[in-house]
């Protein structure tokens, strides 16, 4: 007969490091309802501390969120710490982890992607800053929320990137930390708003980057910004 499950330990007795953590998730997810990608309690946050995910609970607007409420898996879903129930899109969230190097999720409802996920299966490279995410957005066949279906949906849409549309659904965006995460989930709604501004003009095609271009911006993308500490 298997051992039992280790019970969760309650949010106060957890790591000060997954405190840490968690209180970037938050404000994260605090982040996604202040610019719009997200309304109410839809969308969700999460980020990996070794092998344990911090993860935004089901169901509790983001700005009620306290210390109290940290939610805490194992990679295997299992609850590792808080007594909240995480949110209903975990699996999404877990089959990223298990399957990239990824070390944030943002999922959100953002209105143009959300929009542009129901028109194409992929969307066009309208913009350079596509290459930031591995190149042209794939969009991920529908399937219900929460589910295994989903998840194997959104694992195919993603080889190659770091970001997809969800069929009717919003997007997923993962980096490799919080920031990054939420910073090309902005971007990639920017891009759907562009595209979406120009193919609305009647009688003309937007035109879309070639692969070498993308190639091209990526490699010089490698080295932008600030060296990193």
């Known amino acids: 007969m298997p051992a039992p499950s ?7 007795d957890a790591p000060p490091h997954w405190h ?5 998730v938050v404000a994260t997810a605090r982040r996604t309802a202040d610019s719009g990608l997200v309304v109410g309690t839809s969308g969700n946050v999460s980020a ?3 092998d344990v995910v911090l993860v935004t609970p089901s169901g509790m607007p983001y700005d009620r ?8 898996v194992h990679l295997d879903g299992r609850p590792a710490a808080g007594h909240r129930a995480p949110t209903s899109e975990l699996p999404l969230h877990l089959a990223v982890y298990r399957e990239t190097d990824a070390a944030a999720v943002v999922h959100t409802h953002a ?3 959300t929009a542009a996920s129901t028109l194409v299966d992929e969307l066009p490279a309208v913009h350079y800053m596509a290459a930031a995410l591995g190149g042209p957005v794939r969009v991920a066949p529908y399937a219900i929320y929460g589910t295994p279906e989903l998840a194997d949906h959104l694992l195919t849409a993603l080889r190659g990137r770091t970001g997809c549309l969800l069929r009717n659904h919003g997007t997923v965006v993962y980096g490799r930390d919080l920031d990054q995460a939420y910073d090309h989930t902005a971007q990639l709604e920017w891009m759907c708003r562009v595209w979406l ?7 003309r095609v937007p035109a879309v980057l070639s692969a070498g271009e993308l190639d091209a911006v990526a490699a010089r993308l490698r080295g932008y910004g ?3 500490a």
């Open 6 to 12: 280790p019970r969760p330990l309650p949010a106060e």
């Open 197 to 203: 501004a120009a193919a609305a003009v009647p009688g």
């Open 65 to 72: 969120l306290t210390p109290a409420d940290l939610c805490a």
């Open 111 to 113: 209105v143009h992607a």
């Open 226 to 228: 600030q060296p990193r």
């Open 20 to 24: 840490a953590r968690w209180r970037d």
């Open 48 to 50: 990996r501390v070794g």
